[in-house]
């Protein structure tokens, strides 16, 4: 198989020991295997260290642990940091990929010299029944339909160091991910997709992103504070959010019969 490059893949990870092993073995089970796989347990409490020493013999992995809560994007921002790959990819502790999702995105990447890409995905439920529904990505996703949502599902978002550096998520408890990728296609320009499917996003009942009227309130912050909209602009955009996210953006889920 061709070598594109070695993709650092982010693991933020805490108290996620019902799903974490499994979350891994998404990576193991790979078919591309120049990966190295950066976990950052945040001070879990549950036995999600205990399960992590089963895959210290994989030189691959790499495990760090933070002796208090910190937060997910400190999480994610240690791996980064961390990171030695040509790329960087995201996979939360309780979601999954499928075999082919590296190397069909790095074909992608390399055949049209993008610097970031990112593909279609399917919703499991807590316990990981499949339930029958895809979130259909954007063949082609520009800076200004990013402002509007998040288009991008971040368990397969990647995009290449060589061509952008490092970016790292902003100092933001929810939403950061959101304003990642505003970088990255600030950036390196607008963002094409895989359409296929290529990851599994486990919807559970009591996820950070769960609690609508919060994370609105993270919407503004990110045109407030890190696009630097003025107050103004910032609550027109968010009306503009409002409308896209429920009126436009629920168009991308697709029932699997």
């Known amino acids: 198989m061709e070598d594109f490059g070695k993709v650092s893949v982010v693991m933020p990870a805490y ?8 979350a891994i073995a998404s990576v193991l089970a790979q078919t591309y295997s120049n990966w190295e796989l950066l976990i950052v347990d945040d001070a879990s409490t549950d036995a999600t260290a205990e399960l992590l020493q089963n ?30 790959g040509d790329f960087i990819a995201f996979l939360d502790a309780d979601d999954l990929w499928k075999p082919e999702k590296l190397y069909l995105q790095l074909q992608m990447m390399q055949t049209n010299k993008l610097p970031a890409c990112f593909s279609s995905y399917e919703l499991i439920s807590e316990n990981g029944q499949n339930l029958h529904t895809k979130i259909e990505a954007l063949s082609l996703l520009s800076y200004q339909k990013l402002q509007k949502a998040n288009y991008v599902g971040n368990l397969t978002g990647i995009y290449d ?14 939403r ?23 990851a599994y996003y486990r919807v559970r009942k ?3 992103s769960g609690n609508k009227l919060e994370m609105l309130r993270y919407n503004y912050k990110v045109y407030h504070e890190i696009l630097g909209f003025s107050k103004a602009k910032s609550l027109l955009k968010m009306c503009t959010f409002l409308w896209e996210q429920f009126f436009v953006k629920s168009r991308q889920q697709i029932r699997l019969d």
């Not at 108290?15 to 499994?22: A, C, D, L, P, V």
């Not at 030189?59 to 961390?82: L, M, P, V, W, Y």
């Not at 304003?179 to 499917?197: C, K, Q, T």
């Open 15 to 22: 108290n996620s020991g019902r799903f974490i092993t499994e």
């Open 55 to 84: 895959f210290r013999q994989d030189d691959r992995i790499k495990i760090f642990r933070f002796s208090e809560n910190k937060g997910t994007q400190f999480s994610r921002n240690k791996a980064i940091e961390e990171a030695s």
């Open 161 to 174: 160091v060589r061509q952008l550096g490092k970016i790292f998520a902003p100092d933001l408890k929810k």
């Open 176 to 198: 950061q991910d959101w304003a990642l990728w505003l970088e990255v296609i600030r950036l390196g320009g607008a963002m094409y997709s895989i359409r296929e499917s290529l």
């Open 206 to 208: 009591n996820s950070i």
